[in-house]
């Protein structure tokens, strides 16, 4: 039972280039949620996704993108990226506030 | 101001200390509290949720929310090596959807041998 699986778990990206994170969950759970993490400014949601199908912006969705492709999988994707989205990014699903799990985590560094 | 204050740390305690983490809130309509562990590299696990006013235990930690203070604490008791790790605060108004959870910033405990 892998809950909650994050793809890939390190980018390099240039300026410009564009790229899609991946999450996958096999827990089925409807809500999925897309956050950031950054020294100093805790966990910022960028999207979520209450159920399949639906798609709704967060605190910091600017530049970014999400496609809610199934009840399993939901990507984030950073068409041109810039070095402000150097970040941790972490997949997540609740299921109640008390029924939540965080992916690995995606480590994105954009130069 | 943010909306929840949490000390970054580093906390640095030797083992078999109590250690108390702390957050303050300024939103008096947040209901729900919960505690976050994260390990270096991994992502949170929720370790503790308490409704409103008051303690709850769970083994060695104790989470315990003031909210005529807007202030509330996580205690670990007899605290071990494995307990090293940040510890974020997170609450919300509702129970409704996590869209509306604010999350601390996390402070960094590191329990020494």
């Known amino acids: 039972n892998a809950g909650v699986t994050q793809t890939p778990k390190f980018q390099v990206l240039k300026t410009g280039q564009s790229m899609t994170l991946q999450c996958a969950q096999d827990m089925n759970h409807n809500s999925m949620y897309w956050y950031r993490q950054d020294p100093g400014m805790g966990l910022r949601l960028i999207y979520y996704s209450a159920s399949e199908g639906t798609t709704d912006k967060g605190e910091v969705p600017n530049g970014y993108n999400v496609s809610r492709l199934n009840k399993r999988e939901f990507s984030l994707r950073l068409e041109s990226a810039a070095p402000s989205q150097t970040s941790v990014y972490f997949c997540?699903?609740?299921?109640?506030?008390?029924?939540?799990?965080f992916g690995q985590g995606t480590r994105l560094t954009v130069v | 101001q943010k909306e929840v204050e949490q000390d970054p740390g580093p906390l640095s305690v030797p083992e078999g200390a109590i250690v108390s983490l702390n957050c303050t809130y300024s939103n008096s309509a947040f209901q729900y509290f919960m505690w976050y562990r994260q390990y270096s590299r991994k992502g949170p696990e929720l370790l503790m949720y308490?409704?409103?006013?008051g303690n709850k235990e769970d083994g060695r930690f104790t989470a315990q929310v003031d909210k005529s203070s807007k202030y509330i604490s996580l205690f670990i008791r007899d605290s071990q090596p494995s307990d090293s790790a940040t510890y974020l605060c997170?609450?919300?108004?509702?129970?409704?959807?996590?869209?509306?959870?604010?999350f601390g910033t996390g402070t960094r405990l590191q329990v020494t041998l």
């Open positions: 308490t409704y409103s006013s």
């Open positions: 997540a699903i609740f299921g109640a506030l008390t029924e939540a799990f």
């Open positions: 997170a609450m919300s108004i509702g129970t409704g959807t996590a869209s509306k959870l604010t």
